[in-house]
């Protein structure tokens, strides 16, 4: 059934568009909330499966975001001494792949820089980044634009050679981009959690000094799973530039981080299937309550739902519910019964 | 096969060894007993590189190993059994197992270790899908044990094995260490349960803060007044 679920689901989403027919608000919803689930995949790739908390996660997503605009746009900037770079626009497909690898650099800097300690100081680093991240972007205003953003951002065109290209300039189009990144990313994580790296990563998680009994390389393993999950992030952050064609400071927001946070806690971290529940749920919400409630009103329900799902369930929606199922046989519906609590 | 001599280290400001002098042939099953914060468990860890060596030599066939990175030690074939935390809660059976050969590579070797070890703990095989938290904790020792042996090693070292175990489990899982050494692996054992260390084992040292202060065969450790007095109850 573990392997069916995630099947079903992929189908359900690949025919979503066509029930929900032409209807571009919806669709735009539907994007922006897969382009967070990506960012959720990503961030609990660190925070559920090696228990590091990236609270700067954003940082990765919009450096994602701004690398991809820059290349496709092209810029000019003087560093001083004399000294210009001009860049010339690329495509923007070619933007997308610098920014996964700009973004996962910016994952081994700071891998290298906080995990010898890791931990608290870990989240410190991730915060200051994102911080120092959005400073730069907001008053390099010969590259980025500052506040006045970046404007223009081109559509990503596939080509296969010898068949034709095609620039994904539709809503439709950027949803199944978006879906199918979306279940690459998916993929790389669901094969890494299994793997023998999956294997370190959780060891280091569950029971570190046994982990490092049995010869587990804490930094270089929690570098390599910061280098993947800051690569998803930029990936997100790029498919996030180009489908807006705008980007300014603001995708820097520190509310990005604490969405993702929340999709990835009360899906279930360190589950498979956690952070893509968590991150229709909690993308969806608001989209369900805007034409029935007042914009006050659609917070406060928001976080009641959080409070309710971590009160009920605190491990997650998909480990509760796994939980559900499995007692079922045994005992009939246990509706309120405390969840049992995290074995450590 | 392992020969310590004039060990002294320590955690901050505290000594844990003094001046700790043991040896280990090989094939032998060798026990350290002595009261807590004797140094026991610290001359285990510092033999795995978890604690630096402050001065004195640590020799395991031939080579200086004092200093060397924990994954080196491994890799030249000691095997840690920690006391405490003994398993990876999450992680199934089979997962604990094959964290044990985390350093190796040939998995055509492993595969026959993992099946050799199902065969000696057929409880183990009959759980290897469940999660290791959910074991008994006699189960999650001989998992602890089972993992250990699917690095190869030719030393383990055993921290505390009985601490929280049943009495009839604690009396199975010492005859699982007699076998594993009587099967050609050196083992060398840090026990509370001083009796039940001393019967079993081959040779014995006597730890008291941080020195040897005894050494001789565990039998006749048994026979000797100050052990007898000190650590078996008169």
């Known amino acids: ?344 | 096969m392992l020969e310590i001599r004039d060990l002294v280290c320590g955690y901050g400001h505290v000594t844990a060894l003094k001046g700790l002098t043991i040896e280990v042939r090989e094939g032998q099953l060798v026990a350290l007993v002595g009261a807590n914060g004797a140094g026991k468990s610290t001359t285990l860890r510092a033999i795995s590189g978890l604690v630096p060596a402050r001065s004195g030599t640590i020799r395991f066939r031939g080579r200086d190993i004092a200093g060397v990175e924990p994954r080196a030690i491994l890799a030249e074939g000691i095997a840690h059994c920690p006391e405490g935390r003994r398993v990876f809660p999450q992680m199934s059976v089979s997962e604990n197992l094959a964290m044990g050969a985390y350093l190796r590579r040939d998995r055509a070797g492993i595969a026959a270790d993992l099946e050799r070890i199902y065969g000696e703990f057929p409880r183990l095989a009959e759980r290897r899908d469940q999660a290791a938290g959910t074991l008994s904790g006699g189960e999650q020792q001989m998992l602890a044990i089972g993992r250990a042996l699917m690095g190869r090693p030719k030393l383990v070292l055993f921290d505390e094995p009985s601490l929280g175990l049943a009495p009839n489990i604690v009396e199975r899982m010492f005859a699982v260490i007699r076998a594993i050494c009587d099967a050609g692996t050196t083992v060398l054992l840090v026990e509370q349960n001083a009796f039940a260390a001393l019967e079993l084992c081959d040779y014995a040292y006597l730890l008291e803060t941080g020195r040897t202060v005894l050494a001789g065969r565990g039998h006749a450790l048994i026979a000797d007044p100050h052990v007898r007095e000190a650590y078996l109850g008169g």
């Open chain 1, 1 to 344: 059934m573990s392997r069916l679920l995630p099947l079903a689901l992929l189908a359900a989403l690949v025919a979503l568009p066509l029930a929900l027919g032409p209807s571009p608000y919806l669709l735009n919803a539907l994007i922006v909330t897969g382009i967070l689930t990506i960012g959720a995949l990503s961030l609990n790739l660190l925070l559920g499966f090696t228990g590091q908390l990236s609270l700067g996660h954003i940082a990765f997503f919009g450096i994602g975001a701004y690398v991809s605009a820059l290349t496709s746009l092209g810029f000019e900037v003087d560093l001083g001494f004399g000294y210009r770079i001009v860049h010339e626009p690329w495509p923007a497909a070619v933007g997308f792949g610098l920014a996964t690898l700009a973004a996962g650099a910016c994952g081994w800097l700071i891998g290298r820089l906080s995990f010898r300690v890791r931990g608290a100081y870990f989240v410190i680093v991730t915060i200051s980044f994102a911080e120092v991240v959005r400073l730069v972007a907001l008053n390099w205003v010969e590259l980025t634009q500052g506040p006045l953003a970046l404007t223009g951002i081109p559509a990503i065109t596939l080509g296969l050679p010898g068949i034709g290209t095609w620039t994904l300039r539709t809503k439709l189009q950027n949803y199944y981009l978006v879906l199918a990144v979306g279940t690459l990313c998916w993929l790389v994580v669901a094969r890494l959690v299994g793997s023998r790296f999956g294997r370190a990563m959780r060891g280091l998680k569950e029971n570190e000094s046994l982990a490092l009994s049995v010869g587990i390389n804490a930094t270089r393993t929690l570098t390599v799973a910061a280098v993947i999950s800051a690569a998803m992030a930029g990936a997100a952050g790029s498919l996030y530039a180009h489908y807006l064609r705008i980007i300014d400071p603001d995708v820097f927001a520190f509310t990005t981080t604490v969405s993702m946070v929340i999709m990835v806690v009360a899906g279930g971290k360190g589950t498979l299937m956690g952070p893509v529940v968590g991150g229709l749920i909690f993308g969806l919400l608001p989209v369900a309550l805007r034409p029935v409630m007042a914009p006050e009103a659609q917070w406060i329900v928001y976080g009641l739902v959080l409070i309710v799902i971590l009160f009920v369930m605190p491990r997650g929606i998909v480990p509760g519910l796994a939980d559900l199922v499995r007692r079922r046989p045994a005992r009939p519906a246990p509706v309120l019964e405390p969840s049992p609590v995290v074995q450590r």
